[in-house]
T-cell receptor, first 113, second 109 residues
Framework: DSGVTQTPKHLITATGQRVTLRCSPRSGDLSVYWYQQSLDQGLQFLIQYYNGEERAKGNILERFSAQQFPDLHSELNLSSLELGDSALYFC????????????FGNGTRLTVT | AQRVTQPEKLLSVFKGAPVELKCNYSYSGSPELFWYVQYSRQRLQLLLRHISRESIKGFTADLNKGETSFHLKKPFAQEEDSAMYYCALYGGATNKLIFGTGTLLAVQP
């Protein structure tokens, strides 16, 4: 399966800690998107990269950062974790960075205790 | 501001009944609208986009710029249509794809 791959599937950690979520885009896709899905807020856009460069930023907290590497995989770093950061974090990829359909991963479920 | 509103969290219909999932948007420029669907235990996936003007699995959606709406419709619901549906708006000026909060469609037998 050459679809979008996200690791890990589940992550449980304590408040104040730092975690890294990883995403490998679909083969051939250059753009990577990160979304946060909380229980009552739907899919919140965090950030988008295209071919290694940041292209768009949403409501991403300063405690969060991301990057896209030369091999096009992306990492989302979440630091000084709070209980409210518990959510499902989705990665998606697309061919281009302007309006192309997105292909989603299965998500990483983060639980902060 | 770029915003997508899906007013219904849950829509329950009987098999064979017509379905309309509402989506309203706010965007000052020329929008691109999408519907994404997530079936149980599956990934979120694209259902249709307004520029394609096609029907997928019997669903259609027409962009109404006057009413700033992009409602998803199907004349006869099937049980396999039960899923979470998300409306999304891409803004060329912002380069962001923003999703609504989603509507859970439950088709009863």
């Amino acid at each position: 399966d050459s679809g979008v791959t996200q690791t890990p599937k589940h992550l449980i950690t304590a408040t104040g800690q730092r975690v890294t979520l990883r995403c490998s885009p679909r083969s051939g896709d250059l753009s990577v998107y990160w979304y946060q899905q909380s229980l009552d807020q739907g899919l919140q856009f965090l950030i988008q990269y295209y071919n290694g460069e940041e292209r768009a930023k949403g409501n991403i907290l300063e405690r969060f950062s991301a990057q896209q590497f030369p091999d096009l995989h992306s990492e989302l770093n979440l630091s000084s974790l709070e209980l409210g950061d518990s959510a499902l974090y989705f990665c998606a990829s697309s061919v281009e960075f302007k309006g192309s359909p997105l292909h989603f991963g299965n998500g990483t479920r983060l639980t902060v205790t | 501001a770029q915003r997508v509103t899906q007013p219904e969290k849950l829509l329950s219909v009987f098999k064979g009944a017509p379905v309309e999932l509402k989506c309203n948007y706010s965007y000052s420029g020329s929008p691109e609208l999408f519907w994404y669907v997530q079936y149980s235990r599956q990934r979120l996936q694209l259902l249709l986009r307004h520029i394609s003007r096609e029907s997928i699995k019997g669903f259609t959606a027409d962009l109404n710029k006057g009413e700033t709406s992009f409602h998803l419709k199907k004349p006869f619901a099937q049980e396999e249509d039960s899923a979470m549906y998300y409306c999304a708006l891409y803004g060329g000026a912002t380069n962001k794809l923003i999703f609504g909060t989603g509507t859970l469609l439950a088709v009863q037998p």
